[in-house]
């Protein structure tokens, strides 16, 4: 698949808050088009419309920390609030609790795991949003530099390398966490494990828009953009590390959506 079709896919798997946070591939593609013809060249002025190009990239990047930074300060305080959540009810109702109740315990913590479940697949999203925004530039790039002669891709990405979004290890971790706060505090016993499945399916599905069947995508799109290939490069993503590549064999045997 194309990239450009890749990220129009990717863009219309995301959150519909997400739609606009994404690289303006279209736009710039154009520019490298204008900069690489002769006869544009003469109209609008090579010197000109690769200057924009470039306050065009910068523009982007700026746009992708903003998005990226905020999402990132926004799960580390609900990271903690559901970590507080996850002590009060067993301070409360558990077994130990002040007011222990087993209905109580039970109802409160399959919350939780409900929103966790969300939280999860929602940070995941963000770190395909990196991916994929990494992966466009990079292209772009290669592009530019291909058509134009320029040298511009490798000063480019040393630079793209140091900037918030790309640096996903935070959000990578908070994603480890969340995944082993299911495994201890919601230990899923073989009998039950169906209906677990099917409650973290209603849980995650937002507006109509479900959640589940969009980190199933943004899993199998990182699966794609770091493996390596015939066109694995310098400039490409390593193999993907987070999350596991057997989560998303479990999240397609678990599926109710045919995953292709």
């Known amino acids: 698949m194309k990239f450009g079709k890749r990220l129009k896919q990717q863009i219309e798997e995301s959150l519909p808050a997400w739609r606009d946070k994404f690289l303006s591939y279209k736009e710039l593609k154009k520019l490298v088009r204008l900069i690489s013809s002769a006869e544009s060249c003469v109209e609008y002025g090579k010197a000109d419309v690769e200057a924009e190009f470039v ?12 998005f990226f930074m ?23 109702w558990g077994p130990n609790g002040t007011k222990p109740s087993e209905a109580e315990y039970k109802d409160e913590m399959a919350k939780i795991r409900k ?46 390398l140091q900037q918030p979004f790309f640096i996903t290890d935070l959000v990578s971790k908070l994603v480890k966490e969340c995944e082993n706060t299911i495994d201890e ?38 699966q794609e953009i770091r493996r390596g290939s015939s066109t694995y490069g310098h400039f490409s993503l390593p193999p993907m590390d987070l999350p596991d590549s057997d989560l998303i064999q479990s999240f397609q045997l678990n599926s109710p959506i045919p995953i292709v």
Not at 121 to 149: C, F, H, P, Q
Request: glycine share 6%.
């Open 115 to 160: 929103d966790i479940v969300n939280f999860h697949g929602e940070m995941v999203l963000l770190v395909n949003y990196s991916n994929i925004n990494y992966t466009g530039l990079a292209k772009i790039l290669k592009k530019y530099d291909k058509r134009t002669g320029g040298l511009l891709r490798l000063p480019f990405i040393q630079k793209v």
């Open 70 to 92: 905020e999402q990132e300060e926004d799960f580390i305080i609900r990271h903690k609030e559901l970590q507080q959540r996850i002590k009060r009810v067993i301070e409360t």
């Open 185 to 222: 505090v919601f230990p899923v016993e073989q009998e039950d494990e169906e209906e677990i499945v099917k409650e973290q399916r209603e849980a995650i599905t937002v507006a109509g828009k479900g959640i589940f069947r969009n980190t199933v995508a943004a899993l199998l799109s990182m």
């Open 55 to 66: 306050l065009l990239l910068n523009n982007e990047i700026d746009k992708f920390n903003v």
